[in-house]
């Protein structure tokens, strides 16, 4: 079963502050990887995507992306409580694989 | 640009009943999923479109799910007859990439929130 893991937190972060998610991923074969945004009894959105090693900004978002570990990350600087949801990693090729994903609390 | 929609929002029905839901991609996309997603899980596929084609439907429940893509823009998801473990959110996704691109974004619907008694 080709997997990805998240850890399921909650995350606690102060307002201000770094979040840092994790994903690992077992398909080898992945080639693109998607961070989603799920806030409560709302459907996933899409905030970042990756599909080379290193990093990618995007606003106050930061992927990075460590093939050869199967490793991707999601920092996302300056915490908001509106940042407060849980954060979906997808990995794959063609067809995405989805972990659990990771509840983030921004506390103020 | 208008995004997934999806109807209904809710559903709730008896075990053994039937319930079909409804999803119209965002316009011009090729590609068209069927997610359900467990409370505390990720969503999992149960089957992928392009175009008016099924790509994959590995993990769709035969003997109880079918999906259909008419004219390769809306689709329909049918659980018959449905049980308890079907209580769950079911989410059409779409995408603008072919089924086997890796350049797969894919945008979501509201979702259907689907409980059995």
């Known amino acids: 079963q080709k997997e990805v893991e998240q850890n399921s937190g909650p995350l606690s972060v102060p307002e201000g502050a770094i979040a840092s998610l994790n994903c690992t991923y077992s398909?080898?074969?992945?080639?693109?990887f998607f961070w989603y945004r799920q806030y409560s009894g709302k459907s996933p959105e899409l905030i970042m995507f990756?599909?080379?090693?290193g990093d990618k900004e995007d606003g106050r978002f930061t992927a990075q992306l460590n093939k050869a570990s199967q490793y991707v990350s999601l920092l996302i600087r300056d915490s908001q409580p509106s940042d407060s949801a849980t954060y979906l990693c997808?990995?794959?090729?063609?067809?995405?694989?989805f972990g659990a994903g990771t509840q983030v609390v921004v506390t103020p | 640009e208008a995004g997934v929609a999806q109807s209904p929002r809710y559903k709730i029905i008896e075990k053994r009943q039937s319930v079909a839901f409804w999803c119209n991609p965002i316009?011009?996309?090729?590609?068209l999923y069927w997610y359900q997603q467990i409370l505390g899980q990720g969503p999992k596929l149960l089957i992928q479109?392009?175009?008016?084609?099924?790509?994959?439907d590995s993990q769709l429940p035969k003997d109880r799910f079918s999906a259909e893509r008419l004219k390769g823009v809306d689709s329909t998801l049918k659980i018959q007859p449905a049980k308890l473990e079907d209580s769950a959110v079911y989410l059409c996704?779409?995408?603008?990439?072919?089924?086997?691109?890796?350049?797969?974004?894919?945008?979501f619907g509201p979702g259907t929130r689907l409980t059995v008694l």
């Open positions: 996704a779409s995408s603008p990439a072919g089924g086997l691109s890796s350049y797969n974004e894919q945008f």
């Open positions: 398909d080898r074969g992945s080639q693109s």
């Open positions: 990756i599909y080379s090693n």
């Open positions: 997808a990995g794959g090729w063609g067809k995405l694989q």
């Open positions: 316009s011009g996309h090729a590609t």
């Open positions: 479109f392009q175009n008016n084609g099924v790509v994959d």
